[in-house]
Each structure stands twice: as structure tokens, then as C-alpha cells.
């Protein structure tokens, strides 16, 4: 059985490394099984603006390597 990266993902918090703006790939690192990866991150709503080093929560994933994502919810902080 072969174990889907999606399950991983959703859900999770990582650090924006790259500025997430609407009609720009940016990107965001993300701890996955033991290690960090880098994935290319859209706006979840298509129009948030996200600086470098912001706090995000993946919403959705898409494979190979792209996540959407939103601003962390002060709760989660």
C-alpha cells in the first residue's frame, strides 16, 4: 500500500520561504515524514497576499508539489 503525501499535507502548518501572491508561485516549507520539503503555494482564496516568513495552514494539495494554503488562524498560533 502506498502511502498518499496528500494525507500529510492537509492540515498542516508551515513557513512561507517565497512571497504567496495571486498569479505568482510562491512557496512555502513544510515538515514531512521526518524531514522539510519545499512546495510551490497558492492563496487559497485566490487573492491573499502572503509575506516570507509568515506562519501558513495547508488547505488543499495538489501533486506533485503544489499546496494551497491560508494565513495561520490566531487560534493556531
Known sequence: M???PSDDLVGKIG???GRIAPGQIGEVMLSV???TSAYHAYPADGVTVIPVG???LVVEY???QAV???KLPAFLE
Open 2 to 4: 502506498h502511502h498518499q
Open 54 to 56: 509568515s506562519r501558513i
Open 68 to 70: 494551497y494554503v491560508d
Open 62 to 64: 495538489r501533486p506533485p
Open 15 to 17: 513557513r512561507v520561504t
Open 33 to 35: 515524514r521526518g524531514g
